[in-house]
């Protein structure tokens, strides 16, 4: 793992679990963010659009065995969810302004549900200007929501109504390999979330993507 963020990883985890650190935590919260998202826009710029689409580990176990296009959907489309629709109880990014359309998606779903030649025909498919506004628009939004919560806040659980609500919207695949997803989110307080996916989540799949950036660059 990245020391820098591990380490910031590590400090936001201390700051957020005491109520005199709490602000302090929020703000490491969004430098460990901003440190991250500035890698995905780098991306931007150093790959072509065939690079988004390559998968050269294909046959691993472990997030690296993903497209970079599909790894920066995953992320987003699952903060998008949990942010919005668990935490902030707002309409999720991806069913504004068109996004759906826009970025050309087969699907609305975090992806969890695709595997192998899925992965690469749906990376394919994507239109990649769009995607990065749709993230952009994607952090920023969470951004404010995070910067909105109390210290109180994070000690609320995901009730049952927001569960079956979340059920209903249709956004997580009912494919084995993604329907743990709703009981893993929703077994979590606004703390546990912060965390996972707010902030590892990205770095696991960042750190994979950089991997896969080094083997194909």
């Not at 069913?95 to 699907?107: A, F, G, K, L, S």
């Not at 990649?128 to 993230?135: G, K, M």
Request: charged share 25%; with cysteine.
């Amino acid at each position: 793992m990245n020391k820098e963020w591990a380490e910031l990883n590590k400090t936001l985890q201390s700051q957020l679990k005491k109520e005199n650190t709490f602000v302090d935590g929020i703000q490491t919260v969004l430098d460990l963010r901003q440190k991250m998202f500035d890698v995905l826009c780098a991306f931007k710029t150093e790959l072509t659009r065939e690079q988004f689409n390559c998968c050269p580990y294909s046959n691993a176990e472990g997030y690296h065995s993903k497209t970079i296009a599909y790894s920066i959907w995953h992320i987003f489309r699952i903060e998008d969810i949990v942010a919005h629709t668990l935490i902030d109880h707002s309409e999720q990014i991806l069913m504004t302004d068109n996004y759906i359309e826009r970025i050309n998606t087969p699907i609305i779903t975090t992806g969890n549900e695709l595997v192998g030649k899925q992965i690469i025909k749906f990376s394919e498919a994507l239109n990649i200007d769009e995607l990065y506004q749709y993230i952009t628009a994607v952090m920023n939004s969470t951004n404010k929501i995070i910067s909105n919560l109390s210290f109180a806040d994070l000690k609320r659980k995901i009730s049952n109504d927001d569960k079956q609500h979340l059920q209903q919207l249709n956004v997580v695949s009912t494919d084995a390999k993604a329907y743990w997803l709703i009981d893993y989110w929703c077994g979590k307080d606004f703390r546990g979330l912060i965390q996972m996916p707010l902030t590892r989540h990205w770095i696991m799949h960042i750190e994979a993507s950089l991997r896969i950036r080094n083997r194909i660059k």
